[in-house]
């Protein structure tokens, strides 16, 4: 079947930088995205990796191992607005995204 | 550019009573629109796949009669919740895809919270 896994819930100091980690399984692979999510919004995109490798953008990175099935999000500097749930979704066979329960990011001062 | 909107924000109703959600791309044309269903502190669960002109690919479990689907244009689809319940009660959310790039981003409508009571 398929599946995405991610920590339910995470904590990190304002200033600081946390690692989210995301492991997949798929039919097929197109590519896995990252999104933010705040309470009662919906999901805005972080992220897209499909090839191996970290891609970079401002204080957040995307990283993506294809063999092994694994992804991570990094936030650096990370402010009292990041906190937020962040969803990890690959993209199967079919272009049709499998979606994580997402993990909440907790940021204290 | 890439923006979504929905319409209502939030909708109150009785139990019995149906309700139609509108989602819009307003920048760009559609060509596949998605709908999803959130429950608190769950994920985004997939209920169905509609693209303009033909009818929506509903997900297993999804009920068809229930869940009214009609994608009319390339910049408008709409969710009609038939006969809905309290346990209908959620946050809906659309995305629309312009499928003009390689990886089919979806850009998201902000939701629509339904509480029926």
């Known amino acids: 079947g398929q599946n995405i896994d991610q920590p339910t819930e995470m904590t990190a100091t304002e200033g600081a930088i946390v690692q989210i980690n995301c492991t997949y399984q798929?039919?097929?692979?197109?590519?896995l995205f990252w999104y933010q999510q705040h309470a009662g919004e919906a999901p805005t995109f972080l992220s897209y990796?499909?090839l191996d490798g970290l891609e970079e953008k401002g204080r957040f990175s995307s990283f993506l191992s294809r063999s092994k099935g694994y992804s991570y999000l990094l936030l650096k500097e990370l402010q009292m607005k990041d906190s937020a749930s962040y969803l990890c979704?690959?993209?199967?066979?079919?272009?049709?995204?499998?979606w994580g329960a997402g993990t909440k990011l907790i940021i204290k001062p | 550019g890439a923006v979504v909107s929905q319409h209502p924000s939030w909708v109150i109703c009785k139990s019995g009573t149906s309700v139609k959600i509108e989602c819009r791309s307003l920048?760009?044309?559609?060509?596949?629109m998605f709908w999803y269903r959130q429950f608190p502190k769950q994920s985004l669960m997939l209920m169905a796949t509609s693209n303009e002109g033909s009818k929506a690919t509903y997900e297993q479990g999804v009920e068809k009669d229930k869940f009214l689907i009609n994608h009319a244009s390339l910049t408008l689809s709409t969710l009609t919740v038939t006969s809905a319940h309290p346990e209908d009660s959620s946050f809906y959310i659309c995305?629309?895809?312009?499928?003009?790039?390689?990886?089919?981003?979806?850009?998201f409508g902000p939701g629509t919270r339904l509480t029926v009571l």
């Open positions: 798929t039919s097929g692979f197109n590519g």
């Open positions: 979704a690959a993209m199967d066979s079919n272009y049709q995204l499998i």
């Open positions: 995305s629309a895809t312009p499928g003009t790039t390689s990886y089919n981003e979806q850009f």
């Open positions: 920048d760009f044309q559609a060509t596949t």
């Open positions: 990796n499909v």
